[in-house]
């Protein structure tokens, strides 16, 4: 097809988790300048939806193809490999998606496509783009380490002390790789006749020079390590509280040794990791709930991940010019599934705990916008810029195991240690946030099956049973004692009658379906998919899914969860866009996570694949005879 105006370009970045409620809250609030300056000059969607289940793999598959997972594969982000024994797991995040994604489809019919990070575009799963970076290895997990000093003359090209050279070491063990020696030269740069050490050589062989990091008392360094087949990874660290004469111990914090994959043309991979160095971690749970960093370390770590990420793309937009370039960022979904605190049924709910975690999820959405500000400095006159997310979250108070309940209906069975003996069990669940699959041990189909094909429909059906008879209490008075507290701290006639509403409902509510919907494979039409589960469980509001085998409900794993009935607010992801051809300042009603592929493939001029599922957003344009041109 021939069209004579300036090629266009598309930019999509999907911010992982990124509530449609929360940031319209935090724009409404003036807290996201870079996302207000895009919706001035853009369109945003009211009523954006995702698919069912709402989980990161499975969703993101959609926004690349347009299409839902009985065509993807993508049925989850963990699921049943098929013709496998039973307990053998899938990555969503590493399989490959079984219909051409964006990247493929435009690369195909002769656009430049990139990704970076972005879910499904694994360099080391099938066919991708001209240009991709994914997240690689973790070779070494993250370490508070105990660096003694002593006394050293054993160093070459060392620069100037004022005291005598002073070195530590540690190790590092590698994981598929031979461990690491790393020597630290203490260094005295005052001329002030004390011992001040104050700079600090980090090197593989006590030979000072440009592979070697250089830092100052408590900053920020990091070292990148050479490994076999030509690969670097490498690490971030920082000095904790080290005393000007190094007469004690002293701590240092290091980060997960990381690296990347990259795919591209000769010498792309060499020039990414000259520019960028190596792929950082994304994040270091363990070392902030151990203490060994503080809360603003932590969010140093994760905002160096995503703006290597950012930087790494619009390094390639400036440099490489591709068609199509989409990237992403994890970090509000993990702050969310960590902080989502704002249910009184939650452990541990406080007003004041509950404000001091939004301030944690606050932060991951002023670094969202931070990145939005830095593509649209970039932005070209024939550019187009795609913000989007993959679902919304919600708050868990309980988590729910699925695969106690099919132990309880005599369809798994555990040994005397409380281990699944998958050799004996019948029906095995693999949950992933709010949902799970449920896969039967069916003769003929899994490795070492059990079920006879003539028993199957009975055994679906004492499964289906067994989920929709479960039945719970919560903890409605927390909720009750919540809303009091409300009318009392804020006396109105609509505070009460609002609170009241909700009181008598808690009071009236009668006991709880946690297991929401218990479908048949064959009766979802998003999930028909040898992938799927014979039995797919999605959770009702407030419930997240694990795997325990001793106990039906516990605390939530996680504070904020996803994956359960796109349909609900909570979830709703987002989507915006500008460019030249789209209004400015519109609010559309409604769109869905399955229409970005093909409103794509039309800005880009491009054939819709027949397997796309959703629709352009006709919407979005000004000029309606642009919708002419290509696909309808």
Known sequence: MENHEAERKVILISFDGMKNDYTNQYVQENKLPHIQQLLENGVMSKNPITITPSLTAPSHAAIATGATPKETGIVSNHFHEPSTALEKEKSGFRAEIEVPPLWVEAKKQGKTTA?????GANPKEGKQGDYSIYFGETWSPSRLESLTFNTTTDWQQSPTSFSALKEAEFSINMKKEKNRRIYVLAIDTTNDQKQNYDTFVFSEDKKVDSDDYI?????WGSLTLDLKDQ???GFWFKMKGASQELNHPVKLYRTAVTSSLISGPKGFAEEIDKRFGFYPVQDDDKALEKGWITRKEYEDISTRSVMWVTNVSLYIKQHYNPDLLMFYAPHIDHEQHKYLLIDPRQPDYSEEK???YM???EWSYLLADQVVGKVLNVLKEDDDLFVVSDHGMEPAHSTLSPNKVLQDAGLLTVDEKNNINYAKTKAYAIPSGSAAHVYINLENREKGGIVPSEEYDNVRNEIIKAFKEVEVTYNKGAIIQHDLEKIKSNFSMATVQHYMKDIWNQLLEPRVHPYESVLKNDNITLLEHQNAGDVVLIGAPGYVMGSDV???????????????DA?????RPVFMATGKDFYRGKKINATSNLDIAPTIYHVLDLDIPPFVEGEIIKEIFKNKATLNKGND
């Open 359 to 361: 301030r944690y999820i």
């Open 231 to 233: 690969q670097s990874a």
């Open 354 to 356: 509950s404000k001091k």
């Open 215 to 219: 830092v100052k008392g408590n900053e």
């Open 550 to 564: 001793e106990k039906n409900i516990t605390p939530p794993i996680q504070l904020g969860t996803h994956g359960g």
């Open 567 to 571: 349909s609900r607010s909570m979830l």
């Open 115 to 119: 990704t970076v990070a972005f879910p």
